[in-house]
Every structure is written in structure tokens, then in C-alpha cells.
């Protein structure tokens, strides 16, 4: 399956049109048309219906696979470059909201390093992980929530290498005079009729909470898509819904109470693929 006719179908379903597809990717709308109908010759399958347009069955099942296969080839493509291309004089790191970013270190190899230009973009776990592996970020600070044995949940972005930064205790964030606020531990499971903030670039995403618990539920009260993480801090204060984060991020508004089962941590890790020189020198800054 030729890439850019995997392009063309993604912007398709993506947009729901034809012409919006044709006016995004520079493409006359008789070009997109023609891609379609090649792909769909390839694999055999009518992908898309035209009048409404949207995806058949086949192509619902080719559109999962067609993120994963395009961030593999941007991936690699990336990972050359950083082995071929001259050494940069910049170094793009990128940070989660709740990763907790050693600010002194980061600064103190600035300082080391006058020549090189260094700039810290603040975003949601996919879009860091997804950003280093397509050389957008040299590096990558991810946090989540996970049994102190697994990985972090990250996109199936090729060769890129992860380093514990930090690991913190994982506790349910709720308002200071929440009925439950004084307990000393709570089973997440038991919290599966609760109301749950829905900010997954912050906060644990409710589909990890309730994998996590092994159990339905976790509705989601307000949704908050952003990546400011004091507002989502004010918002679990002011009664939005339950969060779980790490305890260093409370405020004086918040009770944390950890979770007694599962067992949980909150982990930041750095992820990377190949460094240059400055961007080496980072990674052992921000490393245990």
C-alpha cells in the first residue's frame, strides 16, 4: 500500500469530503478521487461510500492501521536524519503537563552550552511521544499512571529509547471537604460510580482508569482537552470530578488519598531516539 495513497484516505475519512481532502493536501478533487479508487483496487475493498462519505467496514478496519503505519515511516525517517543531518545547534525538548521538568537542571545546561538554543514546548502525552519520533522533539518527559512493573502506555512510534526520570506515589485528587477526603486508602475499584474528570493531556485518561481498576464505570464529569495543568487542578477543586494524579501536584485545595489497590505509581520517563550532543547532554541531566 503506497503511502501517500494512505495520506489521501486518512484526510478523507478525517474531513468526510472529497474536496476538503483535495484543498488540504494541494490534490485537484479528481486526484483524490483517482487515489481512492487505486487503494481501493489494492487492497480489494471499497473503503469509503461516496454520497454520504464514510467508511465501510473494510475501511473503518484500514484506518486503524493507518496511523500507526504512517507515524512508523516518519518515525524512520526521522531516525536517518538524526544520524545523517549535520548537528543542530538547537535542542527541542518536550514535557507533559504533571511530568515535573527539573527546572534547575535544565537551565544550568543552557548556561553550559551558550551556542545552543534550547526550548521546552509543554503538550499531551501522545503528541511528545509522537513528536520525538518524528524529530519534531529531541526529547520527550511523558507521566502516567502505571503498576510500578509496566511501561507507560506510549504510540507504537519504532526505535525510541525510554528512561525512568522519576517515580511518585499515585493518589486520587479530590476538594478538601469531599466526603472521602480523609480517608487513608481507597480501592479504585470502589470508585467506579464516581464522577471522574475528563482530561486525559492532564489527568489518568478514564479508559486507563477503568483498565487499570478492571472494572466499568468512571463516567466522565466535565471534559477539560487542554494542557494547562493548574486549571485542571482548579477544576477537581471546585467539585468538575475525581482525578488520579501524583502527589507532588496538589494544591492547598486538593486531599490526595493513595490508592491501596492496585498498586500504583505516577512515572515520568525521557524518551529519545538518537542524541546529538546537547541534546546527551539533557538526558544525563534530567536522568536519576
Known amino acids: 500500500m503506497d503511502p501517500h495513497l494512505l495520506r489521501t484516505f486518512a484526510a478523507v475519512a478525517r474531513l468526510g469530503s472529497f474536496s476538503a481532502a483535495a484543498d488540504e493536501l494541494g490534490y485537484t478533487q479528481s486526484a483524490v478521487s483517482q487515489q481512492i479508487a487505486a487503494l481501493e483496487q489494492d487492497v480489494g475493498a471499497v473503503l469509503l461510500r461516496r454520497r454520504p462519505v464514510g467508511l465501510t467496514d473494510a475501511g473503518a478496519r484500514l484506518l486503524e492501521h493507518t496511523g500507526p503505519?504512517?507515524?512508523r515511516l516518519a518515525?524512520?525517517?526521522?531516525?536517518?536524519?538524526?544520524?545523517?543531518g549535520?548537528?543542530?545547534?538547537?535542542?527541542?525538548?518536550?514535557?507533559t503537563p504533571l511530568s515535573g521538568v527539573d527546572t534547575v537542571a535544565l537551565v544550568g545546561v543552557q548556561r553550559a552550552m551558550p551556542r545552543v538554543t534550547f526550548t521546552l514546548r509543554v503538550a499531551g502525552r501522545?503528541?511528545?511521544?509522537?513528536?520525538v519520533a518524528v524529530g519534531e522533539l529531541d526529547l520527550g518527559l511523558v507521566d502516567g499512571v502505571t503498576a510500578p512493573s509496566d511501561p507507560l502506555p506510549l504510540p507504537d512510534a519504532g526505535q525510541l529509547s525510554t528512561v525512568v526520570v522519576a517515580e511518585r506515589p499515585a493518589v486520587v485528587a479530590?476538594?478538601?471537604g469531599h466526603p472521602l477526603a480523609s480517608r487513608r486508602g481507597l480501592r479504585l475499584a470502589d470508585l467506579a460510580d464516581a464522577v471522574w474528570l475528563d482530561a486525559p493531556q492532564v489527568a489518568t485518561p478514564l479508559d486507563q482508569l477503568r483498565a487499570l481498576a478492571r472494572a466499568e464505570g468512571f463516567r466522565g464529569g466535565m471534559a477539560y482537552p487542554g494542557t494547562d495543568a493548574a486549571l485542571c487542578l482548579g477544576l477537581i477543586a471546585a467539585g468538575a470530578g475525581l482525578a488520579l494524579l501524583p502527589g507532588t501536584a496538589l494544591t492547598p485545595d486538593l486531599r490526595g488519598v493513595p490508592v491501596t489497590e492496585?498498586?500504583?505509581i505516577h512515572r515520568t520517563d525521557l524518551v529519545h531516539g538518537s542524541l546529538t550532543a546537547p541534546a546527551a547532554a539533557v538526558r544525563a541531566a534530567l536522568s536519576l
Do not use: F, Q
Open 69 to 71: 503505519i504512517l507515524l
Open 75 to 84: 518515525a524512520a525517517r526521522a531516525d536517518v536524519a538524526r544520524l545523517s
Open 86 to 95: 549535520p548537528p543542530p545547534a538547537a535542542v527541542v525538548l518536550g514535557a
Open 126 to 131: 501522545d503528541a511528545v511521544a509522537t513528536g
Open 174 to 176: 479530590l476538594p478538601a
Open 262 to 264: 492496585p498498586r500504583l
